[in-house]
């Protein structure tokens, strides 16, 4: 699904959530960097925990 230009943000679907083995969190409001072509695609770069 493409948005167009309708957000000035990145936006993160993933299918991969619920009763799986494997869980990430995406903390909300904390500053990351989104690189598609690296294999760790999300890196935090400030920390999420105070």
């Given at each position: 699904?493409?948005?167009g230009n309708e957000?000035?943000?990145?936006?993160?679907k993933s299918?991969?959530?619920?009763h799986t083995?494997t869980?990430?969190?995406?903390?909300?409001?904390t500053k990351?960097?989104?690189?598609?072509?690296?294999?760790?695609k999300?890196e935090?770069?400030?920390?999420?925990?105070?």
């Amino acid at each position: 699904m493409l948005f167009g230009n309708e957000y000035d943000f990145p936006i993160i679907k993933s299918n991969n959530f619920g009763h799986t083995e494997t869980k990430i969190v995406i903390p909300i409001g904390t500053k990351a960097r989104i690189d598609t072509h690296k294999r760790q695609k999300i890196e935090l770069i400030e920390s999420c925990v105070k």
